[in-house]
């Protein structure tokens, strides 16, 4: 625990000194840098112990100047995976940012972002070893505010404004109505805020009270985790700030959300079966809705937060099967459903964190994170090309990475819950296999759109200039790359490293845990193998043919140009673009995503303009937060004018003809006309889809044998019985 107080307070000096330094930035910068270096360094120190021997759980008490008790920080198996996780990617981030922000000195306040850095890495550090409702809630906030003015770093900018504003309103709401109420009940029930209380105090809690807490925490912690359709930061954050926070956010700030979640069903006694059910129904349209969306974007960080959205749900799958193996007494669903949900929440921070890494160095390249106007870059960055192939091909899930070792366990958790003795339980478990070979199909498309589009062909602007990544930045790179590679090929090495933070949550022996895991993980090692002999096999021979061709003397063969279709001087432009490569897919889920197209088709035997723009809006955002909030603000505005002023209510805005109008207005605008018309055929497919539904319904009812009727007893004349 002294190396945790050390990391904090090597964090909060750096963030200290850096701020004093404002006149000095990049001396400055350098502090911030080698202080998350340093403080992530300690934490990896203090975490790697406890998640090899699975020790007890350790804590120190803090004398805490306020009215609210002591202070405690605690260390146990969750709390040191989650530390580790963040360690190693803070660690990648500090040196890549490093490079990075070079470009900003002298044009930005970059003492005052490294400053807020340092506090964010410190309050991530500070929310999971938190051991009392009072320094979680400190570190919660400072979370939150430190991410605010990261996200806001460019606030000139009108769009980076909004951006800052929306996270903070969307993660203040969904503490507020959700996690503040969710601590006041515990506290209430425990007598004080001490978290080792609160599993005792909830031991002999009726179902009632433990489904609305479990429902508190999901909405509460699942708005930070970006669970749709409380996701409508993310996409919007995740481009507005610089790289390096955009890693963060994504990496490991989320993951705070699970976190939470986690230690929560660690004090909650077995749910019921209905509740594990609501975390697979809220993980399945995640990850499915992410993808899809994240199919449907052109800008290449945004496209990255929707993939974040997609594995949350990843995650998700695997502890809702952990809760279902829980409520159902099979401890082999808890252990590989929790088992991979955690493995995934470290796979996803250093696949994800890599993505965004070589995305920021991609925008530093070129100027610009649109994908539509980049091509070839493959040839000008190519060490940058290849750690983007690797993390695409991780979070795809496939071998020899890391990726795919967690789907593996949760395919695993998956197939299991589908022979256990609920039928609701079981069905919901096969849509959830459906769910995530539909997730690892779309992200396999979406990748392959990204890396075809942006780094092989031609480049599409002449007009962009491309440089080198910069070595250290490519140093930054390599660390999550090479845990990446180092996952995926020795994944026994790794895996029984959760078996601590299954045993927090869940309850389980950790030798227990190790031993399920490990019987579904026996084929992996062949599999990765054999993917990795491939793999070294591919690369070993374009080696040997770049030396051949290399050779003086080489014959090679003159170069053609490639058929233009009929255009006497074809151009970089006239190669598949975003739009054109993924359209295909969005129009076949168009009730889903209803998109937009704009199209401008060559007309004439000399076309001179063609141009094609997709366009896919949130629907959670434009169809029921947007409104939402509209209407509140409308209402205040009410108030304010008409009920204490006097003055009439300010106009409405002009609504614009081309706007778009939602789906579900449309749905219900749709259903209404037809049944105003009286149309037979309607009206009987009502009928048949009621019937279906009540028949549905009671397929799910417990079938119980029908007991033979008692024979009723002789009686006689005076009716008494013989």
């Known amino acids: ?82 530390l580790a996780t963040i360690a190693l990617l803070s660690s990648a981030v500090a040196i890549y940012a490093w490079e990075y922000l070079q ?28 051991s009392d409702v009072a320094l979680f809630l400190l570190g919660w906030e400072l979370m939150m505010l430190a991410s605010f003015f990261l996200v806001a770093f460019h606030h000139r900018q009108p769009e980076v404004r909004r951006a800052a504003w929306i996270y903070l309103v969307a993660n203040h709401l969904g503490t507020a109505l959700f996690v503040f109420p969710l601590f006041g009940i515990l506290a209430a029930k425990a007598g004080g805020i001490d978290f080792q209380t609160f599993q005792a105090a909830l031991r002999n809690s009726d179902q009632g009270t433990t489904t609305v807490l479990f429902l508190l925490g999901l909405l509460g912690f699942g708005t930070k985790a970006g669970f749709m359709p409380m996701h409508i930061w993310l996409p919007v954050a995740h481009p507005a700030a610089p790289t390096p926070v955009s890693a963060l956010l994504s990496g490991v700030v989320i993951k705070v959300g699970i976190y939470g979640l986690l230690r929560l069903l660690g004090w909650l006694p077995a749910l019921s079966v209905s509740c594990a059910l609501v975390m697979l129904v809220f993980a399945m349209v995640s990850g499915v809705l992410g993808v899809l969306y994240a199919l449907a974007q052109h800008d290449i960080k945004r496209l990255l937060a929707y993939h974040s959205v997609e594995n949350i749900g990843i995650i998700g799958l695997g502890i809702g099967m952990g809760m279902l193996g829980h409520s159902l007494g099979q401890p082999a669903l808890v252990a590989l459903g929790y088992g991979g949900a955690l493995l995934h929440v470290l796979n996803h921070a250093l696949f994800k964190g890599l993505l965004f890494l070589s995305a920021g160095a991609v925008i530093h390249a070129t100027g610009t994170g649109d994908i539509e106007r980049l091509g070839g870059l493959a040839r000008k960055t190519p060490v940058n090309a290849a750690l983007f192939l690797l993390a695409a091909v991780s979070i795809c899930g496939l071998p020899p990475f890391n990726g795919f070792v967690s789907e593996w366990i949760l395919y695993g958790s998956l197939f299991s819950g589908t022979w256990v003795g609920s039928r609701s339980a079981a069905w919901v478990a096969a849509m959830g296999v459906l769910s ?101 096999s591919i690369v070993a021979l374009g080696g040997i043919k770049r030396l051949l061709l290399r050779r003086p003397g080489a014959a090679l063969a003159a170069p053609v140009v490639t058929w233009g279709c009929g255009f006497a001087q074809p151009t970089g432009r006239m190669q598949y673009t975003a739009s054109s490569f993924a359209w295909s897919l969005i129009h076949s889920f168009r009730s889903v995503l209803w998109p937009h197209r704009k199209i401008a088709a060559p007309a004439g035997p000399f076309a001179v303009h063609a141009a094609l723009e997709s366009h896919v809006p949130d629907m959670a955002e434009h169809d029921f937060f947007a409104p939402l909030l509209r209407g509140v603000s409308r209402a205040f505005r ?85």
């Not at 400055?28 to 021997?53: N, R």
């Not at 306020?66 to 260390?75: K, M, S, V």
């Not at 044009?107 to 929310?127: D, Q, S, W």
């Open 638 to 722: 009410m108030i304010r004018n008409v009920s204490w002023t006097g003055e009439p209510v300010l106009p409405a805005p002009s609504r614009d003809d081309g706007a778009r109008v939602g789906p579900m207005r449309v749905l219900i605008t749709g259903v209404a006309t037809a049944l105003r018309q009286g149309r037979i055929q309607l009206y009987m497919g009502f009928i048949v889809l009621t019937l279906l539904v009540v028949f549905f319904v009671e397929s799910l009812s417990p079938r119980e044998s029908a007991a033979p009727p008692a024979r009723p007893a002789a009686r006689g004349i005076e009716g008494t019985s013989k």
């Open 1 to 82: 625990m002294s190396a945790i107080l050390a990391s904090l307070a090597v964090l909060l000096g750096g963030a200290v000194l850096t701020a004093m330094l404002s006149q000095r930035p990049r001396l400055g910068l350098l502090i911030a840098m080698l202080s998350i270096l340093g403080g992530s360094l300690l934490c990896l120190a203090a975490a790697l112990p406890c998640l090899v021997h699975t020790s007890a759980a350790q804590s120190i008490v803090l004398a805490w100047p306020l009215p609210l008790g002591e202070a405690r920080l605690a260390l146990d198996g969750l709390s040191a995976w989650f």
């Open 103 to 130: 470009a900003e000195l002298g044009k930005e306040p970059v003492p005052a972002l490294g400053a807020f850095l340092c506090v964010l890495v410190a309050a991530l550090i500070l929310v999971v070893t938190a």
């Open 436 to 536: 995530l070979a539909l997730m690892g199909g779309l992200a396999l498309a979406c990748f392959a759109k990204v890396f075809g589009v942006v780094f092989l062909g031609e480049p599409r602007e002449r007009a962009i200039r491309v440089h080198p990544t910069p070595a250290l930045m490519r140093v930054g790179m390599l660390i999550p790359a090479a845990l990446c590679l180092g996952i995926g090929v020795w994944p026994t090495v790794f895996v029984p490293l959760t078996a601590g933070g299954v045993r927090t949550v869940a309850g389980l022996d950790a030798g227990e845990v190790s031993q399920r895991i490990r019987s579904v993980l026996s084929p992996v090692g062949h599999l990765t193998l054999l993917a990795a002999v491939l793999l070294t």
